[in-house]
């Protein structure tokens, strides 16, 4: 009998320390959706708090980040060939090809006739053979926007401009005569940066491979120098960046491969591939 009693006391006992407890965790508590972060005493420690009060915890929303900035989008630039003549092609057009030779080049770039044809600029320390400028500074792939400004520069200083300026990569693919039919044809319209015309930076941009642009666009572009700045790791982006212009009779497509090829060509009896990418 004794022994029940007690029993029955200490089961009293712990339901009544356990009740304690609990209310006392859930004073010392408060609630901030489900995770529960300790005030640091009882009711009479409020005073001590340096939070909000617990409903003002609980019902506080939570913050909205600001949104992102919309890029406005640019229309797509028209392919070159599909553009109406406006005027007659002069016969003496000039133009200049021009490049940039590096140590990752291969030493048969030379191998197309157009690469032939390039004003090859090249770092202050290269030890590569062609070279017809040597720029101010050593460069890295991902630092060919620099190379673009120097260069850009050089031609801005120079005391002949010619009509037109074509820039190439070491592994385009284009005939000197599909060249020259681009040229004449642009020239007769009033399309002013020719190339893989992008549209989503809010410019336009030409992809690197091949553009093409006119006198009157490096005389704006040598408005700009000095240059400072942050420049984007991309060299063709940054050449879009510079004009900064979503004006869509300035810009127009070259329709690959309508007219020239990117690392790979192959028709009846030729086949030509650049196996590695010139930034590994």
């Excluded at 965790?25 to 009711?43: H, L």
């Excluded at 002013?192 to 005389?219: C, K, M, N, S």
Aim: proline residues 6%; negative net charge.
């Amino acid at each position: 009998m004794f022994a029940l009693t007690r029993h029955k006391v200490f089961l009293i006992g712990t339901v009544a320390v356990v009740a304690l407890l609990t209310l006392g965790v859930s004073y010392r508590y408060v609630s901030v959706g489900s995770i529960g972060f300790g005030t640091g005493g009882g009711r009479d420690s409020e005073s001590n708090q340096t939070g909000p009060p617990a409903s003002t915890l609980s019902s506080a929303p939570e913050p909205v980040p600001e949104p992102e900035p919309e890029i406005p989008l640019v229309p797509p630039a028209e392919m070159l060939y599909k553009l109406k003549p406006v005027r007659e092609a002069a016969e003496n057009i000039t133009s200049t090809v021009f490049m940039f030779r590096g140590d990752f080049s291969s030493d048969y770039y030379d191998i197309f006739m157009l690469h032939k044809r390039a004003t090859r600029y090249c770092d202050k320390d290269t030890t590569v053979d062609g070279c017809d400028v040597k720029l101010p500074r050593n460069y890295k792939w991902w630092t060919l926007s620099s190379k673009l400004v120097d260069a850009l520069e050089v031609m801005c200083k120079a005391p002949e401009k010619p009509d037109f300026y074509v820039k190439i990569d070491d592994d385009l693919i284009m005939s000197e005569r599909k060249l020259d039919e681009v040229i004449r044809r642009m020239a007769a319209t009033n399309c002013q940066v020719a190339g893989g015309i992008a549209a989503d930076h809010g410019y336009y941009w030409p992809v690197g491979q091949v553009y093409i642009f006119t006198r009157a666009i490096l005389e704006r572009l040598c408005l700009l120098y000095p240059i400072t700045g942050e420049l984007h790791s991309s060299e063709d982006i940054t050449f879009g960046r510079l004009l900064n212009s979503s004006d869509t009779g300035m810009f127009c497509n070259l329709d690959r491969p309508r007219n020239h090829w990117h690392k790979d060509y192959k028709d009846r009896r030729v086949r030509i591939s650049h196996f590695t990418q010139h930034n590994e």
